[in-house]
């Protein structure tokens, strides 16, 4: 294992972890580079790096690609990396959070479109995902360092137990792929579970087509609300029909009224949301 000087600088900075913000970094250099090679970063393309920590991650990021820009919300880390990232004329660092930053504002300088990489706080991996799909950001793929169990829910097919609004979200708007699993080892301070880094192309067009896609997840949602629970059912409680109202609307897209809304494939909740779409409009 060759270890960046990283982990060097951290121990003399005194900087302590901090587990509020799920600071765990990797400073394994062969493992670091072989996660950039995963991510596909050309020469000629811009890349938002989201929470930088110690910066290993980020000088390999800057080898490979046209620009970076990195995103940290430790104040305490601010100084580490600019002193780490000196004389690199492709890097731009930004303090602040990603949950709450003007993101289209931050990157309009960013070439389009531009990749997104992410070794970033587990509790914010499901809502950073929407947030990032949901942005209207141009971006061309994301590859994120999740728990190894988020990345088996994303890869999840319809009735299996990870097979809920995370993996439809990202099934109809990217094409995900495992590219390879971290064990927790690899980190420090090594968290509790192993990880995995995933590569999520944007689609040029969703996966199936829908008539409304705010419809369309509303549906996603309904299909869900209710685990182990007809798809009826779950209709009845989220979009608060009557029993003949949802039987119709099931009847409308060709489903049985007995299936749950767990087993349903993408087409099949597209084929729900247009239902529902047509509905809405006649009773309008």
């Not at 990749?115 to 970033?120: D, F, L, T």
């Not at 080892?185 to 999520?200: E, G, I, R, Y």
């Not at 996603?220 to 009826?232: D, E, G, S, Y």
Request: charged letters at 25%.
């Amino acid at each position: 294992m060759n270890l960046s000087k990283t982990k060097d600088r951290i121990r003399e900075s005194n900087l302590r972890y901090k587990q509020s913000l799920g600071q765990n970094f990797i400073y394994d250099e062969e493992l670091l580079s072989s996660l950039v090679a995963d991510a596909e970063v050309s020469s000629e393309e811009d890349v938002l790096e989201i929470g930088p920590g110690a910066g290993s991650l980020t000088k390999h990021l800057c080898d490979q690609a046209h620009h970076v820009m990195s995103l940290e919300l430790d104040e305490r880390l601010i100084p580490l990396l600019n002193a780490f990232m000196a004389g690199r004329e492709n890097f731009t660092l930004v303090q602040g959070d990603v949950m709450t930053a003007d993101l289209p504002e931050m990157t309009k300088a960013l070439r389009k479109p531009f990749a997104v990489v992410a070794n970033i706080p587990y509790y914010i991996t499901t809502p950073l995902i929407t947030r990032l799909l949901t942005s209207g950001l141009p971006i061309s793929r994301m590859a994120l360092m999740v728990q190894k169990e988020v990345a088996e829910k994303i890869l999840s097919q319809p009735g299996e137990d990870g097979w809920g609004p995370l993996a439809v979200r990202c099934q109809y708007q990217c094409e995900p792929r495992l590219a390879q699993v971290v064990p927790a080892a690899c980190f420090t301070p090594a968290p509790k579970v192993d990880s995995a880094f995933m590569v999520l192309p944007l689609r040029d067009r969703p996966a199936v087509e829908v008539r409304d896609e705010k419809a369309f997840f509303q549906i996603v949602t309904a299909a869900f609300a209710l685990r182990r629970k007809t798809m009826t059912n779950g209709l009845c409680a989220s979009l608060r029909l009557d029993r003949a109202d949802a039987l119709a609307l099931m009847a409308r897209a060709g489903l049985d009224e007995k299936i749950r809304g767990e087993k349903l494939t993408l087409e099949q909740l597209a084929a729900l949301a247009d239902a529902w779409t047509a509905l809405r409009a006649e009773k309008a």
